[in-house]
Each structure stands twice: as structure tokens, then as C-alpha cells.
DNA sequence: ATGCAGGCGGGCT
DNA sequence: AGCCCGCCTGCA
């Protein structure tokens, strides 16, 4: 099915923008994105040369499925260039912007949100693909589509349970990974409900997690639960903060929208 | 081969 | 409240 992209989207660079750890292009130009027991395969059908923004896209679902699910997980609701025609004063996010125009910020699965992103902290992003890889192969629902065997992200209470974890590359977040599952599986961290809390009670409520510190939280604020005003300072941005803002935090100044902003200075900091 | 990677918890001040 | 240290392992 085709269909018409009236705003900002590039499948590489969302690929490639570090918030999604299990995107992949799994053969030439065509992207496979997963979540929760759904796959799609997704395709340039049309480009705008001028600005590589892909204007008619090739997907692998039928509309009903792409107006339930994919609709809403590429957060076409949002108009991003809106967002980049609001910056203005400043020269380094104005270029970052239009460096990383095409990203969008997904609406992913928070479960595995929590687990990919306790994983992450002191890991590259191969290193991190690997241990989720790993987990899904072990754990979860194995799928066979036209390109390849591949497999869900398991629920809480099965990696609860997990007896095969130090299989995965985990190290010292071993423990993290089970204790937040079993914190899900238990019902004392209902990830659902959390949905109806505001920001901040969301992050404080996401900290108590073992495990979960003040960039892991804001990462699954903004990835999961879409809260497009977190926005999580890792190295990268903790260096462009310091060598483009004289050590100044910018990100009060974006407001509502410092998350979106976060991801073009990341992907920016990391691709040039 | 060896330093470092999208931090965090715990202990100290 | 803020600073510092050790930490598992895989990837470059």
C-alpha cells in the first residue's frame, strides 16, 4: 500500500536516530520496525530530492492496521516541521534541525522501553541491538515473515522468570533487568496506568525503579510515553551543551517541545 | 589490545 | 544536595 507523507519523514534517519534499538534495514531501502506482535516493512516510494524527505511511502500492512497501530507509532498526528519552523535565535539548533529533519519521535512499547533503556547505560548502541536481540531470541514470540524469522520482545512475566539472562551481555544490569520486570509482573510498577499520570509524576514514579536514573527515565518519558518536553542529557548532549551553549542548559527555553529539539542535537552531535 | 560506551547506586562529605 | 568511585561486558 501506498501512502502520501505530508510531513517531515526519513526511515533512515529514524532508524538511526538512537531511540529505537531493534529498527532495522533489512535489505536495500526497505526498513522493518516492531512493536509490541506487529511488523512492518516500509519502503521510499517517492523522494524530494532537494531535501531527501520521503514524499509517497511503500508499506507492508493494510490500512486498517497502518491507521490502528503504525498511524499513531510514527506520531503522524504531530506536524514536525511546525516544530523546526519555531526555532529561531538559535544558529546551532536551527542547523542541527535541518541536519536531522525527517526524524520523528516514536511511540514505543514501554516495557520495552524500560528494559532496552536500562540496558543501555555504559553500553554503545551495537552493544545495546545485541542484548535486546539476544533477549528477544531467547524470550520471545518467534515470527516468520517474507525477509526473515525474527521475534517479539517478551512480557514482564516471562523475563521475570528469565533463568537464561547472563546469556545476554548484561553485566551488572542483570539484576536491574529482572527486578524491573518483576516489578511490572507483580503489578507494583503498572506501566498502563501510568499513561494518566502528568510528567513529573511520571519520571519520579519511573526512578524508583533500581536501575533507572535521571536519563533513563526522561529517555522512556519521551520514547514510550511520548512526553515530548522530557529531555534526557546523555554524553553527547551533555558536550554539545558545553561546547554550542557555553554549559548553559537550552532546554527550558523549548518547553513543551525540548524532547524533539534533545533528539535533533543528538543526532546532529553523533552523525556528524 | 585496551579504553571506553547514550549511567547508576551507594557511600562519602 | 552534590561529588566520587566502582562496575560487567562488548565493541572499536
Known sequence: MIINIKDDFNLYKIANSGQCFRAIEVND????????DNIIYMKAHEVNPSNDLITKLDVSVDEGEWNDIWYNYF????SYIDIRNSIKDDEYLLNAAGFGKGIRILKQAPFEMLISFIISQRKSIPAIMTSVERICKLYGKRINTKYET??????ADTLANAKELDTCGLGYRL?????????????I???DKLFTYNDEELFNELKKVKGV?????NCICLFAYHRVARAPKDVWINRVIEEEYAGIDPFPKYDKYAGIMQQYMFYAA???
Open 175 to 187: 539484576s536491574y533487568i529482572i527486578g524491573a520486570a518483576s516489578d511490572v509482573a507483580s503489578g
Open 150 to 155: 525474527l521475534y517479539t520482545f517478551p512480557d
Open 213 to 217: 536514573g535521571d536519563k533513563v527515565a
Open 270 to 272: 553523533k552523525n556528524r
Open 29 to 36: 531501502g526497505i526498513y522493518r520496525f516492531i512493536t509490541n
Open 189 to 191: 510498577l503498572d506501566l
Open 75 to 78: 506520531d503522524f498526528d504531530t
